[in-house]
Structure formats: structure tokens, C-alpha cells
């Protein structure tokens, strides 16, 4: 697999998002899931830390003063907290828990930023959707 695949993830995003009005967790998210697909654990652990993070913005929201590109550095910054942690600090308390490690340091912080712009579910549906829509289409033109 080369370039082909996450190319055609963006243009896939891109159409989802014209088509539907919901973003996908952001244009490139879908790629990188995508990279992933036999590895299902690592996306439950980027959903998951997506999820903490926008509830860590929504916790300091009410003490701080985040809007626009202050919100978005935030989630981005929380969300790359969160990947590190998942990375470094629970397979040492859990060893168990390296199957679940976070995909990427900003992928969390772009699902985040949507998830609080469209809802949770909306925006896993529709990360789910393109993601899977994208891993079919791979392996259908043999690219995965």
C-alpha cells in the first residue's frame, strides 16, 4: 500500500462531508483509521481518548476562555496528552492495556473537535461509515 489509499481517504471525506453535512472526525481522520482496520483496538483506544478529551475541554471550559483557535490548540494538546498517556503510562499500570494504545497524537484531538461541534454519536457514526466505506473500497481494488 502507498499513497493511494489515504488519497483516496481524503477524497472520500471530502465527499462524505458535501454529501452529508457531517464530518467524518475531520478530513484525514478516516486515512489513518483506515490503517488500522485489522488492529481494532487501537481505534476503540483513539475513539476512547477522543471522547476524555472532549470531556476535559468541556471540564476546563468552564474556568477558561476557549474559543476559535484557542479551543481548537486545546483539544489538539489534550488530545496529544491523552495518546501519551495511553502510550506511556497505562501499559504500566495495566499491562493489558497495549492493545489499546491511541493512534497518532492529533487524531484525538480532531475527533474531539468534531464530536463537540456535531455530537458524539453523529460524528462516530460517520467516522464508522467512511472509515469502513474506505477499508472496503481498499480491499475491493486491492490496495489494503
Do not use: C, K, N
Not at 475531520?26 to 483506515?34: A, C, D, E, R, T
Not at 474556568?63 to 501519551?84: K, P, T, Y
Not at 493489558?96 to 491511541?102: C, D, H, L, N, T
Amino acid at each position: 500500500m502507498g499513497i493511494e489509499l489515504p488519497f483516496l481517504g481524503v477524497i472520500l471525506s471530502l465527499a462524505f462531508a458535501w454529501a452529508t453535512g457531517v464530518y467524518p472526525g475531520g478530513i484525514i481522520v478516516p486515512s489513518y483509521l483506515v490503517l488500522f482496520l485489522r488492529d481494532p483496538e487501537r481505534i476503540v483506544g483513539t475513539l476512547v481518548a477522543g471522547l476524555l478529551t472532549m470531556a476535559a475541554y468541556r471540564l476546563a471550559s468552564r474556568w477558561l476562555i476557549l474559543f476559535g483557535r484557542r479551543r481548537f490548540a486545546f483539544l489538539v494538546l489534550a488530545g496529544a496528552l491523552w495518546a501519551a498517556a495511553g502510550g506511556g503510562v497505562l501499559p504500566f499500570l495495566f499491562p493489558a492495556s497495549v492493545e489499546y494504545r491511541v493512534i497518532g497524537w492529533v487524531i484525538p484531538g480532531l475527533i474531539a473537535h468534531h464530536m463537540d461541534r456535531q455530537g458524539a454519536v453523529v460524528t462516530t457514526a460517520a467516522l464508522v461509515t467512511a472509515t469502513v466505506a474506505l477499508g472496503f473500497i481498499g480491499r475491493l481494488f486491492g490496495m489494503a
